[in-house]
């Protein structure tokens, strides 16, 4: 343990007397300095031992001593070593005094202990306690390192718990917990879900502290029941974002009651690296499987399922075996900047963490500025996929950030390998009016399922209305008639004379006056079918501006 005025005290060599202060003795020792100045203060960092002779002290005045002991005090000075029989004989007593006040540790020192052996003592201490705290660091890395290959993360994760005496969990790129230890450790890291989001959005390597002790709670070990509530307000909880690349892949919650000593912070860094090597695959192993992914989608794409089938083999075999989904993503943005698809790689992680959670496979293929996956119907990818578009969605429409995540996708309703390339081409459909209407996801589904009339917002479509509208108009804005009104009403009435004329609170031949001129601005017969569909679609249009 580092170097305590205690331990020092205790020091059969050093001959050490307790003059002041002697119920804070247990205060760790950073280091032991000399020091003559009148007003050491501007050169100390706190947690010194200060060692005087008071040969430039008025050690005799007790207003002198009060200042400059209160000034030691507050630089975070822990103690004061006074040498007699140098300038004084013994402790003036108006430093006990002030020492006594301002309960600071005042230790008499007798003239056959030089300055030089206080110093070497707490030297060696604080040395045999970094050269502890390295042995016990590699120690718990063996440990650590043999859990991971034994049990996986989760056996990590349990012998984490036990290293650094309180808990730790695991989260996927999508901020799930996915392992925690000990057992009632996952409620808790549930619970920080939020901060782990926020964590997340900043790039590799990242950490954040939240919470600290707020009272005397005790620390918990991995083998204790589920603390009470009051303990668990008081965790000091570490998060650490895992990943080689840019985007973390996962995040590592470590939960103690106090600030982790050096030991422990070795254990939580060798955590760390083996938790990053035991999440990142090899890159020619994600080659590989990208390229057989490549192959599967292009065979299916060609009306070739057996032949995909074949080659997709216990990989993607039971993906094809189930009616799945085709989902289409690009960036937002049209405009490159660097890697195309950094921007999807948070889909991509949310994804294949859900389908691994689940046992699912998933097939996720870059093609060309986009991706392109396929995952089981009403399986966990594509709900999470869902869940993370609207999530992306909700940070647009707030104002919030996030342009670096910015998408559009498109989903296709459930298909067979048989239909894989009319589902394509259904969310390819899907993802051009996400993009046109400004949203982050369009299932084909819905696009079914709704009215036509939201497609009419397209400009085209406006400018069409526009011009086949204006001559009618222009008529209107002359005073010699209500041509535009009198149409919209006869065709929402089906051509009934009687009941159009009601409802603009016109005669009849009005009504039919009005609408021979419409076709003698527009030219066209109303008589038409195609003609009537266009004029109303027209006046939809432009009535949603």
């Known amino acids: ?12 060599a050093l001959k050490l007397t307790v003059r002041a202060g002697g119920d804070r003795l247990d205060v760790p020792v950073r280091w032991a300095h000399v020091s003559e100045l009148a007003d050491p203060v501007p050169y100390m960092e706190g947690g010194e031992l200060l060692l005087i ?50 309960g600071l540790p005042l230790l008499e020192v007798p003239r056959r202990t030089p300055f030089l052996a206080i110093s070497k003592a707490v030297s060696a201490a604080i040395a045999a306690d970094q050269y502890r705290a390295v042995t016990a660091g590699f120690a718990a890395q063996r440990e650590l390192t043999k859990q991971a290959l034994a049990a996986g993360p989760e056996g990590l994760l ?19 917990v996915v392992a925690a230890a000990p057992e009632w450790a996952g409620g808790r890291a549930a619970r920080l879900t939020a901060e782990v989001e926020r964590l997340r959005e900043r790039p590799t390597p990242a950490s954040a502290v939240v919470g600290g002790p707020s009272g005397s709670a005790p620390a918990q070990g991995a083998g204790d029941a589920k603390p009470a509530e009051s303990a668990e307000n008081a965790d000091r909880v570490e998060l650490h974002s895992l990943g080689a690349g840019r985007r973390p892949r996962a995040t590592l ?16 860094h060798s955590a760390i690296a083996l938790l990053t090597l035991t999440m990142e695959r090899s890159r020619s192993l994600q080659a590989a499987e990208q390229r057989l992914g490549a192959a599967v989608l292009r065979m299916l794409l060609a009306g070739e399922p057996d032949h995909a089938r074949a080659v997709a083999g216990d990989l993607y075999g039971e993906l094809l075996d189930a009616p799945f989904r085709v989902l289409v993503a690009e960036p ?36 060309g500025g986009r ?16 869940r993370y578009a609207a999530a992306r969605e909700g940070k647009r429409t707030g104002g919030g950030d996030g342009d670096e995540d910015a998408m559009v996708v498109g989903l296709s309703a459930p298909a067979g390998p048989i239909a894989a ?20 996801l369009v299932e084909h589904e819905q696009l079914a399922a709704g009215s036509v ?42 051509g009934q004379w009687d009941a159009a004329a009601a409802d603009l609170g016109v005669h009849r031949h009005t009504l039919r006056y009005r609408m021979r001129r419409v076709e003698e601005i527009l030219g066209r017969s109303l008589d038409d079918p195609d003609a009537r569909m266009e004029l109303w679609l027209a006046l939809k249009a432009t009535s949603t501006e």
């Open 1 to 12: 343990m580092a170097p305590t005025l205690a331990s020092l005290v205790h020091h059969s």
């Open 53 to 102: 002779t008071a040969l430039k002290l008025d050690a005799e005045d007790p207003q002198a001593m009060r200042r400059y002991v209160r000034r030691l005090a507050g630089a975070g000075v822990v103690g004061l070593g006074f040498a007699v029989g140098v300038a004084y004989d013994e402790i003036p007593k108006a430093l006990v005094e002030a020492a006594e006040k301002e």
């Open 158 to 176: 349990s012998a984490l718990a036990s290293q650094v005496d309180g808990w730790a969990a695991l989260y996927d790129a999508s901020g799930s």
């Open 253 to 268: 919650a470590v939960g103690t009651a106090a600030a982790l000593g050096t030991a422990e912070r070795y254990a939580v």
């Open 332 to 367: 937002a943005s049209t405009k490159p900047a660097g890697d195309p698809l950094a921007g999807l790689a948070g889909l991509v992680d949310v994804a294949e963490s859900a389908a691994a959670r689940s046992g699912e496979a998933v097939l996720v293929v870059p093609e």
């Open 371 to 386: 991706l392109v996956a396929l995952a089981a119907d009403g399986g966990a990818a594509v709900a999470a996929c869902t």
């Open 421 to 440: 390339a009319a589902a394509y081409k259904q969310a390819e459909q899907a993802l051009s009016v996400a993009r046109r209407r400004g949203r982050v």
């Open 453 to 494: 009339l939201p497609l009419l917002a397209d400009d085209a479509v406006k400018a069409f209305a526009d011009g086949l509208l204006r001559a009618l108009r222009e008529h209107d804005a002359n005073g010699r008639g209500d041509l535009v009104a009198s149409l919209r009403a006869w065709l929402s009435r089906h």
